[in-house]
DNA sequence: GTACAGGCAGTAT
DNA sequence: ATACTGCCTGTA
Protein backbone atom coordinates (compact mmCIF):
# COMPACT_ATOMS: atom_id res chain seq x y z
CA UNK A 1 0.00 0.00 0.00
CA UNK A 2 2.25 2.71 -1.16
CA UNK A 3 0.17 5.28 -2.12
CA UNK A 4 -3.25 7.11 -0.74
CA UNK A 5 -4.87 5.76 -3.82
CA UNK A 6 -4.25 1.68 -2.40
CA UNK A 7 -5.61 3.02 0.51
CA UNK A 8 -8.51 5.13 -0.63
CA UNK A 9 -9.65 1.37 -2.07
CA UNK A 10 -12.92 0.35 -0.91
CA UNK A 11 -14.33 -2.89 -1.64
CA UNK A 12 -17.76 -2.16 -0.90
CA UNK A 13 -18.54 0.17 -3.86
CA UNK A 14 -16.31 -1.78 -5.83
CA UNK A 15 -18.90 -4.24 -5.43
CA UNK A 16 -22.25 -2.51 -5.25
CA UNK A 17 -21.10 -0.69 -8.30
CA UNK A 18 -23.18 -3.76 -10.18
CA UNK A 19 -19.94 -5.20 -11.93
CA UNK A 20 -20.41 -7.97 -9.65
CA UNK A 21 -23.39 -10.07 -8.93
CA UNK A 22 -22.91 -12.77 -6.16
CA UNK A 23 -22.08 -10.93 -3.09
CA UNK A 24 -23.94 -10.32 0.18
CA UNK A 25 -23.28 -9.03 3.01
CA UNK A 26 -23.91 -10.59 6.77
CA UNK A 27 -22.77 -8.65 9.82
CA UNK A 28 -19.83 -7.21 9.07
CA UNK A 29 -18.58 -9.20 6.20
CA UNK A 30 -18.68 -9.57 2.43
CA UNK A 31 -18.93 -12.79 1.00
CA UNK A 32 -18.48 -13.30 -2.92
CA UNK A 33 -18.54 -16.41 -5.04
CA UNK A 34 -15.92 -16.47 -7.26
CA UNK A 35 -15.92 -19.27 -9.78
CA UNK A 36 -15.19 -22.87 -7.37
CA UNK A 37 -14.10 -20.47 -4.30
CA UNK A 38 -16.07 -18.15 -1.66
CA UNK A 39 -14.21 -14.75 -0.80
CA UNK A 40 -14.55 -13.05 2.38
CA UNK A 41 -13.58 -9.41 3.87
CA UNK A 42 -13.77 -7.81 6.67
CA UNK A 43 -13.26 -5.18 7.88
CA UNK A 44 -10.74 -4.62 11.01
CA UNK A 45 -11.07 -1.76 13.34
CA UNK A 46 -8.33 0.07 12.16
CA UNK A 47 -9.91 0.94 9.16
CA UNK A 48 -8.03 -1.98 6.90
CA UNK A 49 -9.78 -5.30 5.02
CA UNK A 50 -9.12 -8.59 5.98
CA UNK A 51 -9.19 -10.65 3.40
CA UNK A 52 -10.24 -14.73 3.14
CA UNK A 53 -11.36 -17.27 0.87
CA UNK A 54 -12.73 -20.74 1.13
CA UNK A 55 -11.01 -23.13 -0.41
CA UNK A 56 -7.86 -21.33 0.68
CA UNK A 57 -6.04 -19.62 -2.50
CA UNK A 58 -3.34 -17.08 -2.33
CA UNK A 59 -3.76 -13.79 -2.19
CA UNK A 60 -7.53 -14.01 -4.17
CA UNK A 61 -7.89 -10.25 -3.30
CA UNK A 62 -4.49 -8.57 -5.08
CA UNK A 63 -6.36 -11.49 -8.09
CA UNK A 64 -10.46 -9.89 -7.74
CA UNK A 65 -9.22 -6.64 -7.06
CA UNK A 66 -6.50 -6.12 -9.18
CA UNK A 67 -3.77 -4.85 -6.64
CA UNK A 68 -1.78 -5.37 -9.48
CA UNK A 69 -2.56 -2.56 -11.77
CA UNK A 70 -0.67 0.96 -11.23
CA UNK A 71 -3.75 2.69 -10.15
CA UNK A 72 -1.75 5.74 -10.24
CA UNK A 73 -0.59 5.14 -13.89
CA UNK A 74 -4.11 4.27 -14.70
CA UNK A 75 -5.92 7.46 -13.00
CA UNK A 76 -3.40 9.84 -14.38
CA UNK A 77 -4.19 8.51 -17.84
CA UNK A 78 -7.82 9.00 -17.96
CA UNK A 79 -7.68 12.03 -15.70
CA UNK A 80 -6.52 13.81 -19.49
CA UNK A 81 -10.93 13.46 -19.47
CA UNK A 82 -11.75 16.43 -16.71
CA UNK A 83 -15.52 14.84 -16.38
CA UNK A 84 -13.62 11.53 -15.55
CA UNK A 85 -11.06 13.86 -13.30
CA UNK A 86 -14.30 14.88 -10.96
CA UNK A 87 -15.71 11.37 -11.04
CA UNK A 88 -11.88 9.79 -9.75
CA UNK A 89 -12.50 12.40 -7.16
CA UNK A 90 -16.24 12.31 -6.23
CA UNK A 91 -15.85 8.18 -5.84
CA UNK A 92 -12.96 7.27 -4.24
CA UNK A 93 -12.24 3.98 -3.35
CA UNK A 94 -14.02 2.23 -6.79
CA UNK A 95 -11.86 -0.20 -8.70
CA UNK A 96 -12.47 -2.37 -11.69
CA UNK A 97 -12.63 -6.13 -10.19
CA UNK A 98 -11.47 -9.12 -11.77
CA UNK A 99 -13.69 -11.81 -12.54
CA UNK A 100 -13.87 -15.63 -12.86
CA UNK A 101 -13.69 -15.67 -17.18
CA UNK A 102 -16.38 -18.58 -17.27
CA UNK A 103 -18.61 -16.92 -14.54
CA UNK A 104 -18.33 -13.72 -16.05
CA UNK A 105 -19.52 -15.01 -19.25
CA UNK A 106 -22.81 -17.05 -18.27
CA UNK A 107 -23.50 -13.48 -15.73
CA UNK A 108 -23.47 -10.78 -18.58
CA UNK A 109 -25.22 -13.45 -21.15
CA UNK A 110 -27.95 -13.63 -18.01
CA UNK A 111 -27.49 -9.38 -17.81
CA UNK A 112 -29.53 -9.21 -21.05
CA UNK A 113 -32.62 -6.65 -21.08
CA UNK A 114 -32.83 -6.87 -17.50
CA UNK A 115 -32.07 -5.68 -13.67
CA UNK A 116 -29.89 -6.37 -11.08
CA UNK A 117 -32.37 -8.23 -9.04
CA UNK A 118 -33.39 -10.64 -11.69
CA UNK A 119 -29.69 -11.14 -12.29
CA UNK A 120 -28.84 -12.08 -9.26
CA UNK A 121 -31.88 -14.46 -8.71
CA UNK A 122 -31.26 -16.19 -12.05
CA UNK A 123 -27.34 -16.97 -11.21
CA UNK A 124 -27.99 -17.80 -7.95
CA UNK A 125 -30.69 -20.61 -8.80
CA UNK A 126 -28.00 -21.54 -11.23
CA UNK A 127 -25.49 -21.70 -8.42
CA UNK A 128 -28.27 -24.16 -6.45
CA UNK A 129 -28.79 -26.41 -9.18
CA UNK A 130 -25.72 -26.65 -10.87
CA UNK A 131 -23.16 -25.27 -8.11
CA UNK A 132 -21.37 -27.70 -5.63
CA UNK A 133 -22.34 -26.95 -1.89
CA UNK A 134 -19.93 -25.66 0.63
CA UNK A 135 -19.42 -24.64 4.42
CA UNK A 136 -17.76 -22.05 5.49
CA UNK A 137 -17.66 -19.80 8.82
CA UNK A 138 -20.95 -21.81 9.68
CA UNK A 139 -22.63 -20.23 6.44
CA UNK A 140 -23.99 -22.62 3.50
CA UNK A 141 -22.74 -21.28 -0.28
CA UNK A 142 -22.79 -22.29 -3.58
CA UNK A 143 -19.83 -22.77 -5.99
CA UNK A 144 -20.87 -20.96 -8.99
CA UNK A 145 -20.56 -24.06 -11.63
CA UNK A 146 -18.41 -24.82 -14.57
CA UNK A 147 -19.44 -24.89 -18.28
CA UNK A 148 -19.33 -28.52 -18.15
CA UNK A 149 -21.85 -29.10 -15.75
CA UNK A 150 -23.75 -26.20 -16.70
CA UNK A 151 -23.68 -27.65 -20.14
CA UNK A 152 -25.11 -31.10 -18.47
CA UNK A 153 -28.22 -29.23 -18.14
CA UNK A 154 -30.86 -29.09 -21.38
CA UNK A 155 -32.35 -25.98 -22.15
CA UNK A 156 -35.45 -26.61 -20.29
CA UNK A 157 -33.44 -27.34 -17.28
CA UNK A 158 -31.95 -23.60 -17.81
CA UNK A 159 -35.00 -22.17 -18.44
CA UNK A 160 -36.61 -23.39 -14.87
CA UNK A 161 -33.63 -21.03 -13.44
CA UNK A 162 -35.72 -18.61 -14.34
CA UNK A 163 -33.92 -17.70 -17.15
CA UNK A 164 -36.72 -17.59 -19.99
CA UNK A 165 -35.44 -16.76 -23.38
CA UNK A 166 -31.63 -16.29 -22.44
CA UNK A 167 -31.66 -20.15 -21.17
CA UNK A 168 -30.70 -21.00 -24.82
CA UNK A 169 -27.77 -18.52 -24.94
CA UNK A 170 -26.88 -19.97 -21.55
CA UNK A 171 -26.33 -23.13 -23.02
CA UNK A 172 -24.84 -21.96 -26.43
CA UNK A 173 -22.07 -20.14 -24.31
CA UNK A 174 -21.97 -23.81 -22.05
CA UNK A 175 -21.06 -25.33 -25.45
CA UNK A 176 -18.57 -22.95 -26.29
CA UNK A 177 -16.53 -23.11 -23.77
CA UNK A 178 -16.45 -26.95 -23.29
CA UNK A 179 -15.80 -27.08 -27.25
CA UNK A 180 -13.65 -24.86 -29.26
CA UNK A 181 -13.55 -21.98 -27.11
CA UNK A 182 -10.60 -21.30 -24.97
CA UNK A 183 -10.61 -18.58 -22.81
CA UNK A 184 -7.34 -18.72 -21.53
CA UNK A 185 -6.21 -18.34 -25.14
CA UNK A 186 -8.75 -14.70 -25.36
CA UNK A 187 -6.80 -13.67 -22.52
CA UNK A 188 -3.32 -13.98 -24.66
CA UNK A 189 -5.07 -12.58 -27.78
CA UNK A 190 -5.37 -8.51 -28.30
CA UNK A 191 -8.83 -7.10 -27.68
CA UNK A 192 -9.96 -7.34 -31.41
CA UNK A 193 -9.02 -11.01 -31.96
CA UNK A 194 -10.41 -11.67 -27.96
CA UNK A 195 -14.43 -9.95 -29.32
CA UNK A 196 -14.57 -11.09 -32.32
CA UNK A 197 -14.13 -15.04 -30.99
CA UNK A 198 -16.91 -13.91 -28.83
CA UNK A 199 -19.05 -12.53 -31.16
CA UNK A 200 -19.57 -15.92 -32.67
CA UNK A 201 -21.58 -17.21 -29.79
CA UNK A 202 -24.89 -17.54 -30.06
CA UNK A 203 -26.19 -14.53 -27.51
CA UNK A 204 -22.77 -12.37 -26.83
CA UNK A 205 -22.90 -9.24 -28.57
CA UNK A 206 -21.08 -6.21 -28.37
CA UNK A 207 -21.98 -4.98 -25.19
CA UNK A 208 -21.61 -8.51 -23.32
CA UNK A 209 -18.31 -9.16 -25.68
CA UNK A 210 -16.74 -5.98 -24.39
CA UNK A 211 -18.12 -6.73 -20.54
CA UNK A 212 -16.52 -10.62 -20.53
CA UNK A 213 -13.75 -8.72 -22.11
CA UNK A 214 -13.20 -6.30 -19.41
CA UNK A 215 -13.92 -7.61 -16.41
CA UNK A 216 -12.63 -11.15 -17.08
CA UNK A 217 -10.47 -11.33 -19.89
CA UNK A 218 -7.60 -8.24 -19.23
CA UNK A 219 -8.62 -5.77 -21.94
CA UNK A 220 -8.78 -2.90 -20.15
CA UNK A 221 -9.39 -0.94 -23.39
CA UNK A 222 -12.87 -2.92 -23.60
CA UNK A 223 -15.71 0.52 -23.03
CA UNK A 224 -19.00 -1.20 -22.56
CA UNK A 225 -22.19 1.14 -23.89
CA UNK A 226 -24.68 -0.28 -22.37
CA UNK A 227 -27.90 1.85 -22.02
CA UNK A 228 -26.60 4.02 -19.06
CA UNK A 229 -23.26 4.90 -21.29
CA UNK A 230 -25.23 5.48 -23.92
CA UNK A 231 -27.03 8.46 -21.78
CA UNK A 232 -23.93 9.69 -20.10
CA UNK A 233 -22.25 9.78 -23.94
CA UNK A 234 -25.66 11.74 -25.61
CA UNK A 235 -25.13 14.50 -22.48
CA UNK A 236 -21.40 14.97 -21.55
CA UNK A 237 -19.40 13.49 -24.37
CA UNK A 238 -22.06 15.10 -27.44
CA UNK A 239 -18.27 16.35 -29.25
CA UNK A 240 -17.58 12.56 -29.92
CA UNK A 241 -20.24 11.40 -31.85
CA UNK A 242 -23.04 12.92 -33.86
CA UNK A 243 -25.23 10.82 -32.31
CA UNK A 244 -28.91 11.81 -31.81
CA UNK A 245 -30.03 12.37 -28.07
CA UNK A 246 -31.16 8.26 -27.83
CA UNK A 247 -31.02 5.14 -25.44
CA UNK A 248 -30.18 2.61 -28.32
CA UNK A 249 -27.72 2.72 -30.74
CA UNK A 250 -27.15 0.41 -33.62
CA UNK A 251 -24.41 -2.42 -34.09
CA UNK A 252 -22.62 0.17 -36.60
CA UNK A 253 -23.02 2.94 -34.18
CA UNK A 254 -21.49 1.04 -31.53
CA UNK A 255 -18.29 -0.10 -33.44
CA UNK A 256 -17.51 3.21 -34.40
CA UNK A 257 -18.30 5.13 -31.01
CA UNK A 258 -16.47 2.43 -29.64
CA UNK A 259 -13.28 3.05 -31.12
CA UNK A 260 -13.34 6.95 -30.97
CA UNK A 261 -13.67 6.13 -26.99
CA UNK A 262 -10.90 4.07 -27.11
CA UNK A 263 -8.72 6.21 -28.85
CA UNK A 264 -9.76 9.08 -26.51
CA UNK A 265 -9.63 7.17 -23.00
CA UNK A 266 -6.73 5.03 -24.44
CA UNK A 267 -5.52 1.41 -23.17
CA UNK A 268 -7.13 1.92 -19.46
CA UNK A 269 -10.52 3.12 -21.08
CA UNK A 270 -12.56 0.81 -19.29
CA UNK A 271 -11.68 2.21 -16.06
CA UNK A 272 -13.06 5.40 -17.57
CA UNK A 273 -16.17 3.46 -18.03
CA UNK A 274 -16.37 2.29 -14.52
CA UNK A 275 -16.42 5.80 -13.34
CA UNK A 276 -18.81 6.79 -15.33
CA UNK A 277 -21.18 4.15 -15.51
CA UNK A 278 -21.01 3.92 -11.60
CA UNK A 279 -22.13 7.97 -11.67
CA UNK A 280 -24.97 7.62 -14.01
CA UNK A 281 -26.20 4.92 -11.82
CA UNK A 282 -26.00 7.23 -8.53
CA UNK A 283 -27.69 10.18 -10.73
CA UNK A 284 -30.38 8.27 -11.31
CA UNK A 285 -30.46 6.99 -7.60
CA UNK A 286 -30.65 3.45 -8.74
CA UNK A 287 -30.34 1.37 -4.91
CA UNK A 288 -30.35 -2.88 -5.19
C1' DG B 1 -53.92 -4.10 -17.81
C1' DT B 2 -49.32 -2.36 -19.49
C1' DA B 3 -44.82 -0.44 -19.40
C1' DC B 4 -40.42 -1.35 -18.39
C1' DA B 5 -35.62 -3.36 -17.15
C1' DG B 6 -27.67 -2.97 -17.90
C1' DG B 7 -29.45 -6.77 -25.45
C1' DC B 8 -29.67 -9.87 -28.81
C1' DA B 9 -30.96 -12.36 -33.09
C1' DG B 10 -33.92 -12.60 -36.97
C1' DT B 11 -36.18 -10.53 -40.72
C1' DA B 12 -37.34 -7.09 -44.12
C1' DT B 13 -36.40 -3.00 -46.44
C1' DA C 1 -26.36 -0.39 -43.22
C1' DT C 2 -30.54 0.58 -40.73
C1' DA C 3 -35.26 -0.21 -38.80
C1' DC C 4 -38.21 -2.95 -36.59
C1' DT C 5 -39.76 -6.81 -33.75
C1' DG C 6 -40.24 -10.48 -30.32
C1' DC C 7 -38.48 -12.36 -26.34
C1' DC C 8 -38.81 -14.60 -20.37
C1' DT C 9 -39.86 -12.80 -16.05
C1' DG C 10 -40.89 -9.93 -12.18
C1' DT C 11 -42.12 -5.47 -10.49
C1' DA C 12 -44.42 -0.85 -10.34
Redesign the pocket.
Known amino acids: MRSSLLQNFNPEISINS??VFLWEKHGDCWYGIHGSQVVKFARKPDGSFEFQSFPEGSDIEKKIFRFDDDVEAIFSEISRDPFVAGLLKAYPGLRLMRQDPEQCMFSFVC??????P?IRRMLYSLTRKFGQKLQFDGREFFTFPTAAQINKATVNDL?AC?L??RAKAVKAVAESITGDLDLGFLVRSNYHDAKKELLKV????????D?VLLFSLEKTEAF?I???IARALAGQYRWLHNLPVSDKI????YDVLSERLRGYFGKYSGYAQQYIYYHMRQQAGKKW
Not at 202 to 209: L, P, T
Open positions: GQASNTNIMRGGYYGIGNKIACPDVWTAHQ
